[in-house]
């Protein structure tokens, strides 16, 4: 009679974890040193050849009792490991040990967020959590106590609509995609089909891709020509097209990490009769910092903000947010199910799940937020936001000095972007893709005013100054003459 394979969770579950977690942390180590770098060399070819030999049958008729030693050391030498201080090409942050760890709790429980009865301790910590960092965003009860930004000179807030009983809340989301879309969605639900898209040109690609998921009109994209909204042809285009409008503001943006001026975009929302929504996916970890928050000036002003803390605040993939300023405007997300949230169970006071998402089976992604915020605190998490944008500064200073390179500007967040001097766009792309293709370092492209960029993302926290000259040195000596 064949033993029946152990279970994750039960009385039983941590002893069966146990020798488990053994095999995929020595695995993982096996892996990441034959790999010997931040990504496998060899290039796609190569890599999924190697993969292939790991796997072999994918789906054996018999199981093999060392496939878990054997895929988890595979997939360790074919990963890009964000945790190398050469792997600086995205927004792909490295995880915290301690917030991976609660991940694990997270995977070995198992609840599911769209019913009480599934995750009853894991909805009412979600409601803590989301509240306290809708507090973080918007200010007032769980939020920054009386450390509020004050809005630019000459510019008028946008007014609060969020009576004091109503305190803020926020959707806990796979990332900036998705809060992106719902934020388009509670406006759509609010104005109307014809509300009209307004975002800048260096705008994340999901808001565009949104508004067609929704059947909203055509986006009108407004000029950037320094990198960030121009508030002058934002007036312009408020001024000129029929509302409703949406005004998509963005705080971090991908290619540069810039922020758009929220204040004078929000004045010109209120003045409008606008919609504001905030893309902080990247940027709003500055609220962390004390040192950098005041870079997300009006930010209390927005509708809707995007939080993703799989960025700047080193979650494991997903831990997105959307932030509500209103929390009445969620009604529109109000589900039945008779199976999930029937009305005698509501009544009884059962808690209501299907309104805080669109999906359903949903995994506790707040454990290892909460766990991270309680163990590290505003002030935890602010120094390694610090830490991170100190870093960006010294690299930028180190091409700055350096003669065979080009800075395109002094970092706003942490990504740095430069380009050996006189180098063609081709030669640029060249030397990206051979460091790739060796695995000896990972780098970010962006094309901006017209010329190739390479991207330094830098989010690691343990990255050194002579880490930093490695990959500048990398960088010069790969580059075809």
């Known amino acids: 009679m064949s033993t029946l394979p ?8 941590p002893h069966a974890l146990r020798p488990l977690l053994d095999t995929v942390l020595d695995a993982l180590g096996e892996g990441a040193r034959a ?6 060399s060899g290039g796609p070819d190569a890599v999924a050849e190697r993969m292939r030999a790991a796997v072999g049958d994918a789906l054996p008729d018999e199981g093999d009792p060392n496939a878990l ?24 942050c490295p995880p915290l040990a301690l917030a991976t760890a609660a991940d694990l709790a997270a995977s070995a429980l198992n609840p599911s967020l769209d019913s009480w009865d599934q995750a009853p301790g894991a909805s009412e910590l979600e409601a803590l959590v989301t509240e306290a960092l809708a507090g973080e965003v918007f200010g007032g009860e769980g939020g920054e106590r009386g450390r509020r930004v004050t809005p630019a000179p000459g510019v008028t807030p946008a007014p609060r609509a969020t009576p004091p009983h109503r305190p803020p809340t926020a959707l806990i989301t796979t990332g900036g995609s998705e809060s992106n879309q719902l934020a388009l969605l509670l406006a759509r639900e ?5 509300l009209r898209l307004v975002h800048g040109a260096s705008a994340h690609h999901s808001l565009p891709r949104a508004a067609w998921l929704l059947g909203l009109p055509d986006p009108v994209v407004v000029p950037a020509p320094a990198g960030v909204l121009d508030p002058a042809a934002l007036d312009e285009a408020l001024t000129q097209l029929p509302g409703p409008h949406l005004v998509a503001a963005t705080a971090g943006s991908t290619d ?46 927005a509708d809707t903000v995007t939080l993703d803390l ?19 405007g969620l009604a529109v ?6 199976y999930l949230n029937a009305d005698d169970d509501v009544e009884a006071g059962l808690p209501d799940l299907l309104g805080r998402s669109l999906r359903t089976s949903r995994r506790p992604d707040v454990l290892k937020i909460a766990v991270t915020l309680r163990a590290l605190g505003r002030s935890g998490l602010g120094r390694l936001v610090e830490q991170v944008c100190a870093r960006a500064l010294e690299f930028a200073h180190l091409v700055h000095g350096h003669p065979g390179f080009e800075l395109y500007d002094q970092p706003t967040i942490s990504t740095v972007l430069f380009r050996p001097a006189h ?13 790739l293709t060796d695995g000896r370092a990972v780098l970010g492209r962006a094309r901006i005013d017209g010329r190739l960029w390479l991207k330094a993302t830098l989010l690691n926290p343990h990255t050194r100054p002579d880490d930093l000259a490695a990959l500048l040195k990398l960088v010069e000596g790969n580059t075809p003459g």
């Open 6 to 13: 152990s279970l994750a969770s039960g009385p039983e579950g």
């Open 35 to 40: 790999r010997r770098g931040p990504l496998p």
């Open 69 to 92: 030693h054997t895929l988890v050391r595979a997939f360790a030498e074919a990963a890009a490991d964000p945790a190398d201080p050469l792997c600086t090409a995205h927004l792909h």
């Open 190 to 194: 609010a104005h109307g089909a014809g």
């Open 256 to 301: 540069a990490g810039l922020i758009d001026p929220i204040p004078e975009i929000a004045a010109l929302c209120a003045a409008h009769g606008a919609r504001l929504h905030v893309d902080a996916a990247y940027g709003g970890g500055l609220l962390f910092s004390d040192r950098y928050r005041e870079r997300l000036a009006g930010l209390d002003a």
């Open 310 to 328: 799989h960025k700047l605040g080193w979650q494991p993939v997903a831990a997105g947010l959307l932030a509500v300023r209103d929390p009445g």
């Open 333 to 338: 997300l109000h589900h039945r199910a008779d």
């Open 423 to 435: 180098a063609t766009d081709d030669a640029v792309a060249a030397v990206r893709r051979t460091l």
